[in-house]
């Protein structure tokens, strides 16, 4: 059974950076595409960076040259690492894994999902 474990979320002023963390255990990691999502009280969840299989990426317009996804095969491990945050980017982070072919930030795609993180940004 896959499970999926955040760490990193905080709290930081407008402009500062963060760095999530996602442990995946369970599987082989490096077949699995990888995202990041983020959810708002009363909204959807949103997706914002994906990093398929071959290490391909895809990003929300909203986070394109801010954040960053990257993983690392050999400690099963994913990251996001977000630059220049704006209080809009307050939301609870969640990491997701799937196994296959699909819109990489769309959240119908994801079979785990990790417990979430909180990240607040204040201005």
């Known amino acids: 059974q896959v499970q999926l474990v955040e760490s990193g979320g905080g709290s930081v002023q407008a402009g500062g950076s963060l760095r999530l963390a996602c442990a995946f255990s369970g599987d082989t990691y490096s077949r699995y595409c990888m995202g990041w999502f983020r959810q708002t009280p009363g909204k959807e969840r949103e997706g914002v960076a994906a990093i398929d299989s071959d290490g391909s990426t895809s990003y929300a317009d909203s986070v394109k040259g801010r954040f960053t996804i990257s993983k690392d095969n050999a400690k099963s491990t994913l990251y996001l690492q977000m630059n220049s945050l704006k209080p809009e980017d307050t939301a609870v982070y969640y990491c997701?894994?799937?196994?296959?072919?699909?819109?990489?930030?769309?959240?119908?795609?994801?079979?785990?999902w990790g417990q979430g993180t909180q990240v607040t940004v204040s201005s």
């Open positions: 997701a894994a799937a196994d296959g072919v699909g819109d990489v930030l769309s959240q119908n795609f994801y079979t785990y």
